[in-house]
Structures are given as structure tokens and as C-alpha cells.
């Protein structure tokens, strides 16, 4: 897969320990997958964004996991039940992956394609406002 990288993010990734790096690259060509017209950048001086019309998720890698941070409000379906953490959470809920551990690799761009479109029809707090 084809895309505009960000050299940060490679930074930010490359610094990792292995099992992180494939974690984070896998989920870097996912978000990617779900729409071309992804772009990457840094927030929070290190932080990896993926963003269109709005926050898609953010990565943050941990002692012994990788936390994928989803901008969705808490509304965007999980029939998968991929959600690890937030599930309270008023602006976004997470995934955290441990090494070893399978990304169902469907669920997850079932769900950042959900979160773009919700972008795309004036983000979720616009989305959540009209309920």
C-alpha cells in the first residue's frame, strides 16, 4: 500500500521495540486503507495523529502495550467488540494491543471508515448534538 508518510511518525515508530513497531505499522496502513485520503501528522510534541476533516485515532505506545485512541465520541458502532477502554468516555474510547496479541484487521477499518464518515458529516460532536 501506497501512501504519504510522515517522516515523524516513522521517527516516533522506528524508536519503538519490534513488537510495537509492527503493532503501530499495522495499524498505520489500516487507517490508511479505510480512506487514501488519510494524512498523518504529530500533536502532543510526539504523538502520531491520523486525521480527515477531523481526528481519525491517535497512537500511544506503552510499557508492555500499544494504545490506539479512536475520536469518535462513543458513538460509532462495535459489533466486534474491539473497544478495550473508554467505554464511558464522552470523545473517544480505545484499543490497547499487547504483543502477541491478533488485530482483527476488519473490525478495526470497519470502524475508522465509521469514524471518517462521521467526520465528514460535521464530526461527532455535531453528530451527537442532533440526537
Known amino acids: ?38 494524512e498523518e501528522t504529530i500533536k ?5 495523529y491520523f486525521v480527515l476533516q477531523g481526528n ?4 500511544l505506545a506503552a510499557k508492555d502495550h500499544v494504545n490506539v485512541f479512536l475520536y469518535d465520541g462513543g458513538i460509532t458502532p462495535d459489533p466486534h467488540s ?21 488485530i482483527n484487521e476488519e473490525a478495526l477499518v470497519e470502524m475508522f471508515r465509521a469514524i471518517i464518515a ?5 464530526g461527532w460532536r455535531r453528530i451527537k448534538a442532533g440526537q
Open 82 to 102: 474491539i473497544i478495550t477502554g473508554g467505554h464511558g468516555n464522552k470523545t473517544g474510547r480505545m484499543i490497547s494491543y499487547y504483543e502477541g496479541e491478533p
Open 1 to 38: 500500500m501506497s501512501y504519504k508518510k510522515d517522516p515523524r511518525v516513522d521517527h516516533y515508530i522506528d524508536a519503538l521495540p519490534p513488537w510495537q513497531q509492527d503493532i503501530c505499522r499495522q495499524v498505520r496502513d489500516l487507517v490508511h486503507a479505510a480512506d487514501p485520503a488519510v
Open 56 to 59: 481519525i485515532c491517535a497512537l
Open 118 to 122: 462521521n467526520n465528514r458529516a460535521g
Open 44 to 48: 502532543r510534541t510526539v504523538q502520531p
